[in-house]
């Protein structure tokens, strides 16, 4: 069972190009962090922007820079069954331990209806005998019903977990925690842990967060896990201010933000078309996060 603070990877870039020097140091930084797993290739990844060889080579240095030393998630997510469950396989070759898949979608308005969602999740399930995350997010604009999350996880084989960051998360979670039963082996929150209090009140054993500070994420979790409720609220009162401003303010580039000011990574600039941060945004940022040190501050240094 997978479970604990689980960064999604930023893939650092210079002039342009994919910065595998950075990203290698970037991978032995998270595992020092104390993170349960690492997922390459996610949204913060700008997975958008990868090419599909680029796609496999930062796959590839992450399983292999990791060596063992924590799970790697990775996310083959494409419109096409075809496509994703190629992209699975080939990532289950390399060495990943799960795939996290988003349903389905294309554009503002290309979606498949919910038998053509259970179908593409059970292509991808064919294709691998590793375990599949759904990824419930308002990103990809399908509406996935706690019932369909549940029918999933009973008929599909390797459906087992779920990351839901959807409006009201907390509720989603004990309803498909409810529906599902032991076929739900890993609920999780989301969204940079905004709402990671009342997801883990609700049964979440994991959180899948931006990456820029799991050593504060894992105080949480760790806590909770434990039964020390109590400290793990107040350790989330401590690092709110600085997620809530990730989550509204500074989105995935906070996560680059904080790794070059820390030394992790040499260049923060998001791969064109996506906008750079603002410098006041910025500023904000790192002000707020000086106030906690986390370790991505000091860890390059």
């Not at 290739?41 to 599909?52: I, K, W």
């Not at 080939?90 to 060495?95: I, K, S, V, W």
């Amino acid at each position: 069972m997978f479970s604990g603070s689980i960064p999604a990877l930023v893939t650092p870039f210079r002039d342009g190009q994919f910065d595998e020097a950075a990203f290698r140091r970037l991978v032995d930084w998270q595992i020092e962090s104390g993170s349960s797993a690492l997922v390459p290739c996610g949204t913060t990844g700008e997975s958008a922007t990868l090419s599909n060889d680029e796609h496999h080579r930062v796959i590839e240095v992450c399983i292999e820079q990791t060596a063992g030393r924590v799970p790697v998630i990775v996310t083959p997510t494409h419109f096409s069954t075809q496509v994703c469950a190629q992209r699975s396989r080939r990532a289950q070759e390399q060495g990943a331990a799960m795939v996290m898949v988003m349903p389905p979608y294309h554009g503002a308005t290309f979606r498949v209806p919910e038998e053509g969602i259970v179908e593409f999740y059970a292509g991808v399930s064919d294709a691998i005998d590793i375990p599949i995350m759904v990824q419930d997010a308002p990103a990809s604009g399908t509406v996935l019903s706690a019932g369909l999350l549940a029918r999933m996880a009973r008929e599909i084989e390797q459906v087992a977990y779920f990351k839901i960051e959807t409006p009201g998360a907390a509720s989603k979670l004990r309803e498909l925690i409810r529906l599902g039963g032991d076929a739900i082996e890993g609920p999780w929150d989301g969204e940079e842990a905004i709402t990671l209090m009342a997801d883990l009140d609700a049964g979440a054993t994991g959180a899948m967060t931006g990456g820029a500070y799991p050593d504060g994420i894992r105080r949480i979790v760790d806590a909770y896990a434990t039964g020390r409720r109590d400290e793990a609220f107040d350790h989330y009162q401590q690092w709110l201010p600085l997620i809530n401003y990730e989550n509204r303010q500074g989105g995935i580039l906070s996560a680059k933000a904080l790794m070059k000011e820390g030394g992790v990574i040499d260049c923060e600039a998001p791969r064109h078309p996506w906008p750079a941060m603002h410098p006041a945004t910025r500023a904000g940022l790192i002000e707020i996060a000086r106030r906690l040190d986390p370790m991505v501050l000091r860890w390059g240094q």
